[in-house]
């Protein structure tokens, strides 16, 4: 199987270059992530992040055939080729498939990604019902892959002010917890032209996040609790 | 050593330098807990994580976390207690269980208020399922004790202890990895020598207290469920400052993980209704352990495991694994209540568990051993008749072995354990920082020596390479140090290990670059590997008798005669002692070791 491999080591490299791979030995059941180590057993100055290998930790987020996804939940078979492997785009490059994310964590720390509750704690835990419980399903689950953010045209033009649609996730997870107690507060910080407004509802994010999530509809629904916190 | 070394400019006169009150190394939930506990009471601290902290292992826990909450049956924390001294074997320390299983409903409302998104029962209060080895009053009917968030536990309390760091703003080093401990003549441990991976610079990390939380060491074979992190650094660091690893013949092979991929597939399946069938379709587990059937302790079902398919009642073409049925449960409370693993199946062995049964086999899943320490977290040595603590040292988590897993983790357990011994580590530190205001004077021999580590794989030239040996020893481990041993097989396993070991001197590597060099990386991860695999494979041949994980086909019994104790393991010499198992909780009677049936 033929592979095209981003290529940029800083001490060496002026530009980014692409270059050309050949495994000859392809598995059934083989994931993009399988290939790229053993392509490092050839080559060990290719450099990707990797860890767990099953979809939960979120490292290994790439660009694959022009999508962003992770190599280790993306089949070979079915892939193009040569498969093309560039880096997430939109956020510079450290060195080869590895990116800088401090961007996309300063906009996760910006929405205060934490549980705020004013009033006194009890003994035991809080009462949420199952119902209550299933408005997180589907935002709790996001891993920080960076998939959605670097796919969205809104945030490569604004990457300082918008926050990106894994931030709005989390931004919503917490809006959408029956045991918060900071909507107001959480809802004013995304005001403004920006933060939360410069979504376009392209989608992109929806069709690439790895793990099914959809972040445009968490946006609309932050929009839907503006409009009605108005009221 | 032969070649040549470059200058890669890491002389000690240029290397950087930083103080913190607090170091810990590794940001999974053992160090989260703990740098929160310490944050929270402004200590300065620093957590050092080789990866950005939500790709921590813990993320991949699944089925739960264990407290006798009660609310979906009968429960107490005495009960707990019980079962988890009952599944260690009898060599889990009795004072840690109590401490451990009495915290736990503390630690897990804690969680919940700190946001930890559990699934909920009808009347809103946390949902429960039954895990393996779980009884009502010692050893009577199932319990159901594992608080669960679907099946992404660790993933929903790792990003909520993340989430609660940025609110103390605890101070991270991202993506660094920690070489050696830095430690003086006295005996004080002063900080860590670090590498940040983005510019293949080196920082020292000066500290009052270094906590090690660096997790469990799965990449030892080939099959496992572990992340490619899990390289027990933390371990191969205190080995090279002469700390001894604790019960290191002890492994945890998990029944149920993807036959040939070894991707985890939670116990909860089992909790759920879940069973295992060999190729007859016969509910084999019902010969093994008729009470508890599939939720017997995770030693039992991996063994039951291992023997159908040796005898020849394995599923597949080759009769190489078993089959977990699942389809009986229905999509509903799959998609419910095992949506993880759901996806898991479907993505890598396109089969839908609504339809099929699932091939499975036992896979290398958790190290008990560990780093020894106290209920506080503080790492302790044998001395004369009894134990010392090494100053300004801390463990908590997989790497440490404190004892509360002995022989044998429950599943549910380990996630507890991270954050009752992270906290309790967090406590014992904010004592320690109250009496210990100064920082001590720095040791610059030992400072140098973790430099030459470092800089040896600057050497340059043709070698062996990292990837080869590494899979040579995986290899090497599963064949020789799996679920079944023998002495004639331990014994040449530890010659192989060595001999491979040996060969890391040949190691060369073809990139000398600075900026995030990922071969350096596996190289320093790999050394770490080979001085945990000699000390489980050497641990492992001197323990003539069979309890928990460690099976022995040679000595099929449990000797609590003269095997009642812990291995301790020393690298100089590879020199084993070993020291009693604390039989004396706290508050209670004791449990002492009888027949152990599920």
Known sequence: MRFRIYRYQPEVDNKPRMQEYVLEEIQPGMMLRDALLKLREQDETLVFRHSCGEGVCGSDAMNINGQNGLACLTPLSNLKEPVEVRPLPGIPVVRDLVVDMSQFFYHYRAVKPYLKVHDPEPEVEFLQSPQQREKLDGLYECILCGCCTTACPSFWWNPDKFRGPAALLQAYRFLADSRDQATTERLEDLEGPYRMFRCHTIMNCVNVCPKGLNPTAAINNIKKLMVKDMI | ?598
Not at chain 2, 166 to 172: C, G, Q, R
Not at chain 2, 580 to 588: G, M
Request: aromatic share 8%; with cysteine.
């Open chain 2, 1 to 598: 050593m032969d070649g040549t070394v470059t200058d890669v400019g890491v002389q000690p006169v240029t290397l950087a330098r930083r103080q913190f009150d607090s170091l810990v190394i590794g940001a999974g939930g053992g160090g989260l807990r703990a740098a929160l506990q310490l944050a929270t009471a402004d200590a300065n601290v620093a957590v050092v994580s080789k990866v950005f902290p939500t790709r921590s292992h813990t993320v991949a826990a699944q089925g739960g976390i264990n407290a006798a909450l009660a609310n979906v049956l009968p429960d107490n924390w005495h009960w707990h207690m019980y079962d988890t001294i009952k599944g260690s074997d009898y060599l889990g320390d009795q004072d840690a269980i109590e401490y451990m299983c009495r915290s736990a409903s503390h630690l897990v409302y804690e969680l919940e208020h700190a946001g930890v998104p559990f699934s909920r029962l009808d009347d809103g209060k946390i949902y429960q399922r039954p895990f393996g080895g779980q009884s009502q009053n010692f050893g009577g009917e199932q319990a159901a004790r594992t608080c669960a968030a679907a099946d992404r536990t660790g993933h929903a309390m790792l990003h909520t202890l993340y989430q609660q760091n940025i609110h103390a703003k605890t101070h991270f080093f991202d993506e660094y990895f920690a070489i050696d401990l830095i430690k003086d003549d006295e005996g004080f441990v002063l900080g860590a020598l670090v590498l940040e991976i983005e510019t293949g610079k080196p920082l020292l990390i000066e500290a009052k207290t270094t906590l090690i939380a660096t997790g469990g060491a799965g990449q030892l074979f080939r099959t496992n469920t572990n992340a490619r992190i899990n390289t027990g650094d933390g371990m191969g660091m205190a080995l090279r400052a002469g700390i001894p690893l604790q019960d290191m013949e002890f492994f945890q092979f998990h029944p149920t993980g993807v036959a040939g991929r070894g991707m985890l597939l939670t116990e909860g399946a089992r909790g759920e209704g879940g069973y295992l069938i060999n190729k007859d379709g016969e509910r084999f587990m019902e010969r093994y352990a008729p009470h508890a059937k599939d939720l017997a302790s995770r030693d039992v079902v991996s063994r039951a495991i291992s023997t159908e398919v040796r005898e020849g009642r394995g599923c597949g073409p080759d009769g190489e694994y078993v089959l977990l049925k699942l389809d009986h449960l229905g999509r509903d409370v799959l998609q419910k209540r095992l949506p993880g693993i759901s996806d898991t199946i479907r993505t890598f062995l396109h089969i839908d568990p609504a339809e099929e049964p699932v091939p499975v086999f036992p896979t290398a899943h958790y190290t008990m051993g560990g780093i020894p320490t106290n209920r506080h977290g503080q790492v302790v040595v044998p001395i004369d008749q009894g134990e010392e603590v090494i100053p300004g040292l801390y463990a908590a988590g997989e790497c440490a072995c404190v004892s509360v897993h002995g022989a044998n983790r429950l599943g549910g357990n380990s996630l507890l354990d991270i954050v009752v011994f992270g906290r309790a580590a967090g406590n014992d530190i904010i004592e320690y920082l109250s009496n210990n205001r100064y920082h001590r004077r720095l040791d610059e021999a030992s400072v140098d020596k973790a430099v030459d580590h470092l800089q040896r794989w600057d050497l340059q030239g043709e070698g062996e390479s990292v990837a080869n040996l590494r899979n040579e020893l995986q290899l090497t481990m599963e064949k020789y140090c799996g679920v079944f041993r023998t002495e004639v097989v331990l014994a040449e396993g530890i010659e192989k290990v060595l001999e491979l070991q040996q060969r890391m001197a040949d190691v060369r590597l073809q990139d000398h670059s600075r900026i995030f060099n990922t071969a350096r990386i596996e190289a320093m991860e790999l050394e770490n590997l080979f001085d945990i695999a000699v000390a489980t494979v050497v641990s492992a041949h001197a323990r003539q008798e069979s309890r928990g994980a460690h099976s022995r086909i040679d000595y099929p019994e449990r000797d609590d005669v003269h095997w009642l104790k812990h291995s301790l393991y020393y690298k100089r010499d590879r020199r084993l002692d070993y020291k009693p198992v604390t039989l004396k909780p706290i508050s209670v009677e004791s449990f002492p070791p009888k027949e152990r049936v599920y």
